[in-house]
């Protein structure tokens, strides 16, 4: 079939495109952010897992009359899809200048702005939820969210911003305002205060617009009108034709013409395979073809259009004529855990092909005895039997052959599914089971016939035939499960070691058991087997003081709850990170080479190829380097671009230079590496036998250990280990290199230490660093990622911008991002613990390693805090603390947020569990026993004094209610055998300021303008922790002006020198300081124009002042505490004062699956008086849900070989808005004073975090409980981190 190329037609925010020439590989969002300049769609993963890409995509259905609206993550929208459509991003809903829509007013008013990358992917699913619906429930809108992820803000603020816009919700413009202002009454059910924050609230739900449906611009007329979309169109690329058939006859014909054409459906799967494929291809694109979409009932037999989307099958559950159809009404089960935009996307007919065990719907459709309907142009219509064909590895379908149809057979029968996952929701499957029971008739509770799938992360899907033959004919009962239990144990045991493990057998043999049991339960009320809902209705609640006075008004800034300085920017999507610079003339794009080898001698670099495509400019390699190849020249231990011997996996050997992003990827792939293994690969703590370290062991130390041991009258030694943490800030590592005059450079890029990469770059380009201007208006994202890493970019694109003068812009994609930023330190702890009959702990000897990576980098730093905290917040007075860093050959391991802390306090608090268990004590008691007091003093010398850790302690008991909680959990583990709940509290103290001294010091310049508005620079970046909001409040009050009338500028060398980086939670109160300094003094020189007419107003005293020649700009500079700890002679103090916490988690494990749900989580933080309590709240809440993801669900997982296999978020799975605690209450305590923090605060970044180990502790609370009933030892190992596979270990 001979077809021109067509012209491609569709419409973005209301403006018609028309392309004649496209590349039908070219994404959506690559095509929004490249060549329509519309960068509010973000760039978070190109994969189609973080949902930052998220727009609205609009279709007119012909038949229906209706306009359809779907939420699509665009980087998974191949351009050519989009013919005859309509796409709407965030630019297209509100903007500053033409005021924001509801949905982007309410995520900023309400705090759900953070680092901001997320946002516009956020505001896009919820505004698309609202233009299909607008009075969605709660659920929907929860729902809505499972495809977008957010690193920074911890959901809830989010959540309660976008519930606004249900029914449900109280406390939203549209349900008439807080019930508690009103006479109406809750939606919520609350009678006592208002639904969130009592009595202050973070929002004033009266400065919220009303959200009003009929003013959504229209759809575009012109794509309603006959036409556009029916004929065959074909769009040829360079390498990619697309076809476009609108029959099947068309399809069929080109399928006949062209048997290798790929066929494109939800394309969540092809898009990303033509993004890197290299050769010729020819796609067939089925998503317009109605044959395919259809269902109907034919000889009781359903026969489901291979084009349905998984949205468009979970709607089928609700139509009338397909009640009785068990397997359509079991699949909104097994897809409610898929994200909208994943839902919407991927089809029925494209799921099968996939052919994949871990493929949700497989079990369901093979145990329901479905078949494949496929048809080709040549031949009849033939039926496949998917239970045959595709549990085999080749494809059954012939190459002329396109799958449209799947057909079910309409029976009634007892259907249950399970899946067990990393996390519950858009992850594939660790175990999946169908179950189709046809029950007796005449019996109850007998089984007729059986049929049962297990699919999975298992190579390929398991029928467990005798274990169906076992049931059929059998009536249930608890006797018969176990015997059912005992028949599929033994049927999988020949999996065993063959792609089975023994954790996915229990599974297997749970599911099993859950389905028998739910069908005893069938509807009663009792002890309910299936667990891993979360529920729709979250609650919480913030509390905290607020200054009365200034309420939400502009003045008198510090003290009250503003948004982010810059959140409708963010909202809207017209805050600028690097990647969404405009691209200047003359621009190249370098992509790096990176090792495949742990360690490796280089025998060859093969260019050629990579330097003979078009549009290659040239590479870059060590012989490029003018300055000292190092990326920290003071450790000159790691080589910027490797000369003959590469270290790691992702090291970077050289870099390709194009005229664009795609040609210097592709290029970058060409070049030909050769190696040389070398040995030894040391890859573990294994290198403590190996004794390869990356300097000495650090100690702190206090008391008579061994005089400590004498005294106690039990001791107890054992070795605990915690793995990986990856950081997935939402903006990977990038920069813009520009040169200027002589050797002259500015690097706009996102790092916390502007100061040390401006001395990088100097020192790589051997120049000095007055030359190198480093510049950093945001970051999307931190938490201690962008310190050290973030160099890399910005040295690489300087030596390119030197040797081709031009300006070289570099961004990691994901994977190499996750790669080349080692994250977190593992770590392993032996220790010795000495205590007495009481509880009460009189030694303990810790010796702690980590796993360091290949460099120094800030290892050492991380191991030292870690040190510094080896007693968390317990008075031990005997105490030998010892930590070491091991080398190894994977990429550096950095600082993230808690820096050492994390590692320590989760040994720390397991040691506290082990003794609590060996005297059987309960673990409260014996915490509560070693707590620190006011007047005593660390092992680090802080003398505790004004120390609010035991009120917090004693808040969080009675916040949580913590005595009656612990007694209702003992009476639910009685009555439930199959849930258990657990139920813990636990402290947290956190240093603020930095042990070396030295860096304890910030600069700021301050500027007035002469029409009185204010820019305010400082050392510190913004990346989303509300530094700049802070500083703003800051410097507004200082100056007794309103808060707009500040600006706080970017991030740059040139305006403040030798800043320290922004690190250590201490950020506010250096910068903070040395901003106040700056506005004391310029209020000091307008003091006599103030005097001199006092009615006259700031702009007037700032004109007085300037035409009497006096200077409105000056600097400021603190250098702050006295402190400093000293490793040699273990004198300190080693900070300023200790910000302290208290955390109380429930969780409710499901002793089948090893899954638990966390039912609640109170927080009592002391944070002085806080700056910005929605701020600080803000943190306490995204700390701690970070720490969750550490502790809980995020999995670092390597090949036996070394190679990272969870390298992206498609991968490895940080928390969704689904995992918040379901309540989740966070108080700061009151009436707090801080005479060490700036305006009486304290600093808060990272302590947080910390306080999700409690959610670890009570999971644990809740194993030893159904270890004791099933009399097992009270004394077991949890590992970390508490996914369900561990778990489950500990249970059995
Ligand atoms: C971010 C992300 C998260 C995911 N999470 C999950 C998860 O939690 N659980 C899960 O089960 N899956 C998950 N998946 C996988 C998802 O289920 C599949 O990608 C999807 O079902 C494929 O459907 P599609 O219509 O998009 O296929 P496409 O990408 O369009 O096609 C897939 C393959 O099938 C072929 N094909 C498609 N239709 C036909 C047809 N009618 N006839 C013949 N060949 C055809 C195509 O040529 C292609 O080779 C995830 C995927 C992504 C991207
Ligand atoms: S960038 Fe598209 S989902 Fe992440
Ligand atoms: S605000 Fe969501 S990722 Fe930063």
């Known amino acids: 079939m001979a077809v021109n190329t067509d012209m491609l037609v569709f419409f973005v925010n209301g403006k018609k495109v028309c392309l004649r020439n496209v590349e039908p590989e ?121 495809g977008n992820i957010c690193r920074c803000t911890g959901y809830r603020p989010i959540m309660d911003a976008f519930w606004t816009f249900s029914k449900e919700t109280c406390c939203s413009p549209e349900n008439g305002g807080c019930c508690q202002d009103t006479d109406l009454s809750c939606p919520q059910g609350n009678s006592a205060g208002c639904c969130r924050g009592q009595p202050a609230k973070l929002t004033d739900i009266s400065s919220l617009s009303l959200y009003d449906p009929t003013q959504e611009p229209i759809f575009p007329p012109e794509l309603q009108v006959e036409g556009l979309c029916e004929n065959l169109v074909c769009f040829r690329g360079r390498r990619v034709t697309w076809y476009r058939p609108v029959t099947l006859s068309q399809a069929l014909q080109i399928k006949s013409e062209n048997p290798d054409a790929q066929i494109a459906s939800g394309c969540t799967f092809l898009a990303q395979q033509l993004k890197t494929c290299v050769q010729e291809v020819i796609v067939i694109d089925i998503s317009g073809l109605k044959e395919l979409k259809s269902h109907e009932i034919k000889n009781g037999v359903l026969m489901l259009g291979a084009g349905l989307s998984m949205a468009d099958l979970i709607d089928l559950s609700d139509h009338g004529d397909l009640a009785e159809v068990s397997l359509v009404q079991a699949v909104p089960k097994v897809l409610e855990s898929w994200g909208s935009q994943l839902k919407n996307s991927a089809t029925l007919g494209g799921h099968i092909m996939l052919r994949g065990a871990r493929y949700d719907l497989m079990p369901l459709l093979v145990a329901g005895d479905c078949f494949a309907l496929v048809a080709s142009k040549a031949d009849a219509e033939r039926k496949i039997q998917l239970k045959e064909a595709f549990l085999r590895d080749s494809n059954p379908l012939k190459p002329c052959e396109i799958l449209i149809s799947v057909g079910v057979p309409c029976a009634q029968k007892f259907v249950q599914t399970f899946k067990v996952a990393k996390r519950k929701h858009q992850d594939l499957a660790s175990l999946s089971a169908a179950f189709f029971l046809g029950i007796s008739p005449s019996e109850k509770l007998k089984i007729d016939d059986a049929q049962i799938t297990y699919g999975g992360n298992i190579p390929s899907l398991i029928v467990p035939v005798e274990t169906t033959k076992f049931l059929a004919g059998r009536k249930v009962s608890e006797e018969m499960i176990g015997e059912a239990m005992l028949a599929l144990q033994s049927e999988l045991l020949p999996f065993e070691g063959k792609g089975l493990s023994k954790t996915q057998s229990l599974w297997a043999q749970g599911f099993l058991s859950k389905c028998l049991l739910e069908l005893i339960a069938g509807n009663q009320q009792g002890d309910r087997v299936t667990t891993n809902e979360q529920p729709d209705i979250y609650k919480s609640c913030q509390i905290f003081e607020i200054d009365q006075e200034g309420t939400f008004s502009k003045l008198k800034a510090v003290g009250q709850p503003l948004t982010h300085s810059t959140g409708e920017e963010q909202a809207t999507g017209e805050a600028v990170f690097i990647d969404d ?131 106690s009258d039990e001791v107890l030694e054992g070795e605990l280990s915690t793995k990986g943490q990856k950081h997935i800030y939402l903006e990977t590592l990038g920069a813009l290199s520009v040169p200027r005059e002589r050797d002259q450079i500015e ?102 390693y980590t796993n360091g990576g290949i460099t120094k980098e800030t290892s050492n730093s991380v191991i030292k805090l870690a040190v510094i905290r080896g007693e968390s917040c317990y008075n031990i007075p005997n105490v030998l603390v010892e930590g070491r860093v091991c080398r190894t050959n994977h990429s550096s391991h950095a600082s993230l947020r808690g820096f050492g802390c994390p590692q320590m306090l989760w040994i720390v608090e397991n040691i506290l569990t082990a003794v609590a268990t060996h005297l059987s004590l309960q673990p409260h008691k014996v915490r509560e026993l070693q707590l620190y007091k006011e007047g005593e003093t660390t092992i680090t010398n802080c003398f505790l004094e004004n120390f609010k850790l035991p009120k917090c302690w004693e808040e969080c008991k009675s916040l949580a209610d913590f005595d009656k909680r612990s007694q209702l959990v003992k009476e639910f583990n009685s009555t439930n055998k199959q849930r258990k709940r657990g139920l813990a509290i636990q402290p947290m103290m956190f240093g603020i300021g930095i042990y070396d001294k030295f860096l304890n010091q910030a600069g700021a310049l301050v500027h007035i303008y002469t029409d009185g508005s204010v820019l305010v620079t400082h050392g510190g970046c913004e990346m989303g922790q509300g530094l700049h909001t802070k500083i703003k409040q800051i410097a507004s009050d200082t100056l007794g002006i309103s808060f707009d009338k500040v600006l706080v500028s970017e991030t740059c060398t040139n305006m403040v020198p030798n800043a320290t980086a922004t690190v250590a939670s201490v950020s506010t109160e250096l910068n903070g300081r040395a901003v106040h300094a700056a506005c004391i003094t310029l209020v000091e020189r307008l003091r006599p ?204």
């Not at 769609?41 to 779907?70: F, L, P, Q, W």
């Not at 190696?675 to 036998?689: F, G, K, N, S």
Request: some cysteine.
């Open 26 to 146: 070219t994404t959506l969002m690559a095509y929004l952010r490249r060549d329509l300049g519309l960068t509010g769609t973000k760039n978070g993963c190109d994969e189609g897992s973080c949902g930052a890409c998220t727009v609205m995509v609009s279709a007119y259905n012909r038949d229906s009359g209706r306009i359809v609206h779907k939420a699509l993550t665009s980087c998974m929208v191949p351009i050519c899809t989009l013919h005859g459509l309509a796409v709407t991003t965030t630019e297209g809903i509100g903007s500053l200048a033409t005021g924001l829509h509801p949905v982007q007013e309410r995520i900023v008013k309400f705090h759900g702005t953070q680092c901001g990358f997320c946002t516009p992917g956020m505001v896009m699913s919820m505004y698309t939820l609202l233009r299909s619906n607008p009075n969605p429930t709660r659920k929907q809108v929860s729902d809505s969210l499972h």
């Open 581 to 711: 610079i405009p691209m200047t003339v003359g621009e190249l794009y370098m992509y790096p080479v990176l090792s495949t080898q742990h360690h490796a001698k280089i025998t060859g670099v093969d260019l050629s190829e990579a330097l003979s495509m078009p549009g290659v400019h040239g590479y870059i390699d060590h012989k490029d380097v003018p300055g000292v190849n190092f990326v920290f020249a003071e450790y000159a231990d790691e080589e910027l671009l490797a000369t003959d011997t590469v270290h790691h996996c992702g090291q970077i050997i050289c870099g390709i230079v194009a005229t664009d992003r795609d040609t210097a990827v592709s290029a970058a792939q060409c070049v030909k590496v050769t190696y040389e293994d070398l040995t030894p690969v040391i890859l573990t703590i294994q290198a403590i036998e190996a004794k390869s370290f990356l300097g000495l062991p650090w100690r702190v130390t206090r008391g008579n250990l061994e005089a400590g041991f004498a005294q």
């Open 747 to 848: 690097v706009y890029t996102g790092t916390q230490l502007c100061h040390t990469l401006q001395i990088a770059v100097a020192e790589v380009l051997g120049v000095p660093a007055h030359n190198v201007v480093v510049k950093v208006k945001r970051i999307g994202g931190g938490f201690g990622g962008k310190e050290s890493r973030s160099l890399l970019p910005s040295m690489i694109t300087a030596l390119a911008a030197r040797k081709f003068r031009r300006p070289v812009r570099c961004i990691f994609n994901r994977k190499d991002d996750t790669l080349i930023n080692g994250g977190r330190h593992p770590s392993l702890a032996r220790y010795k613990v000495g205590f007495t009959k009481e509880g009460k702990i009189i030694a303990l000897q810790t010796m702690l």
């Open 1089 to 1292: 124009f103030r005097e001199a007419d006092p009615q006259a107003g700031w702009e007037k005293w700032v004109s007085a002042a300037y035409f009497s020649r006096v200077s409105l700009s000056t600097t400021g500079f603190v250098s702050y505490g006295d402190f400093g700890f000293d490793f040699d002679t273990c004198k300190g103090p080693d900070c300023m004062y200790l910000t302290c916490g208290v955390g109380c988690s429930e969780v409710e494990v499901d002793c089948l699956t090893g899954e638990h749900k966390l039912v609640r989580t109170d927080i009592v933080m002391d944070v002085g008086r806080s700056i910005n309590p929605a701020v600080d709240i803000g943190q306490i809440e995204g700390g701690f849900v970070q720490g969750y993801g550490y502790y809980m669900m995020e999995e670092v997982v390597h090949s036996p070989e070394g190679k990272l296999l969870t390298d992206s978020p498609l991968t490895y799975k940080i928390p969704l808005a689904a995992d918040i605690p379901a309540q989740f209450n966070v108080a700061l305590l009151k009436n707090n004073l801080n005479d060490k923090g700036i305006y009486s605060s304290k600093g808060i970044g990272e302590p947080p975090l910390l306080l999700a180990l409690s959610v670890y502790l009570a999971t644990h609370d809740a194993v030893k409980s159904a270890r004791v009933e099933r009399g097992l030892s009270e004394v077991f190992y949890l590992e970390h981190p508490s996914i369900p596979a561990n778990v489950l270990k500990a249970l059995n």
